[in-house]
């Protein structure tokens, strides 16, 4: 256990993007100007408001980002509804980092990638895409499949439109759920369009979204022919202290923030149907 980790850390927040009708992107500093601690993709953090509560997130900003994190985070509670009530300038506590990361040293390196998310789940995608994209010649091809309920709530769209779109040998695929007008995109749900697109199956996939999505979106795959040992996920929405002693991220013999929150698929077959 890194004890660091334990050490709440002030935050202050430098930039607040809005994303959506319901995310907002926060970009934090410490109290020194500097990003507070170092992370790897895939990671998280424990956001508290002094009085109000803490929870955890997802870090969505690249380690390779040196002056800054960002996080994206959902209005969907009580710790949430304070935070987007929050401006630049004022100060949060923040402790991490927590999690097992995605390998992207150890097992992505050389390999195509198929990212796939649906809504929010974006977010910790985000991180390992961009740490891929700045040592873009580590990695093989890039595809990006993501899907939201509307064109209006898809998560950095900007950066997808401007940077993703343009970036070389990789592939970016949008849909929604429904046709909405001055859409000109696919509209249907992601595991559908995933199978649509008849991505290759000896490449890697890393997915997040909701539960439904992963089941289906997983399904899918494995119809394509893919490898149960060569797709990932995350469930950093069971991550609680973050450090294996509240019990409450517990399934079956592993602890979701000892022992993930990134697992393969092929572990998560060993796991209780409970996560």
Not at 102 to 116: A, C, N, S
Not at 174 to 188: C, F, H, K, Y
């Amino acid at each position: 256990m890194n004890f660091d980790a334990l050490i709440p850390k002030i935050g202050v927040i430098t930039d607040i993007r809005k994303d959506t009708h319901d995310v907002k992107t926060f970009r934090v500093v410490g109290t020194d100007g500097k990003k507070p601690f170092e992370h790897l993709p895939g990671q998280c953090a424990m956001l508290s408001v002094p009085g109000v509560g803490e929870a955890m997130f997802s870090i969505t900003s690249s380690p390779t980002n040196r002056e800054y994190m960002e996080f994206s985070i959902k209005k969907c509670g009580c710790v949430t509804d304070v935070l987007h009530s929050m401006e630049v300038g004022q100060q949060i506590a923040i402790r991490g980092p927590y999690g097992r990361n995605f390998p992207v040293e150890e097992e992505f390196k050389g390999k195509d990638l198929l990212f796939i998310a649906g809504g929010i789940g974006l977010a910790p995608l985000r991180s390992v895409i961009n740490y891929v994209r700045h040592y873009r010649a580590n990695y093989g091809k890039i595809v990006i499949v993501y899907g939201a309920r509307s064109k209006d709530d898809l998560v950095d769209i900007d950066e997808i439109k401007n940077e993703w779109m343009k970036e070389v040998n990789t592939e970016v695929y949008l849909t929604i759920d429904r046709a909405q007008e001055g859409w000109e995109g696919n509209v249907g749900f992601v595991p559908a369009y995933v199978k649509e697109i008849g991505v290759d199956p000896s490449m890697t996939a890393v997915l997040c979204g909701p539960p439904v999505m992963i089941k289906f979106t997983l399904q899918g795959l494995l119809e394509l022919g893919f490898e149960k040992s060569r797709v990932y996920t995350t469930l950093e929405l069971r991550m609680k202290c973050g450090v294996g002693k509240c019990g409450r991220c517990n399934v079956g013999d592993k602890f979701v923030c000892k022992d993930g929150p990134v697992f393969r698929m092929d572990e998560l077959d060993e796991l209780p149907d409970e996560y």
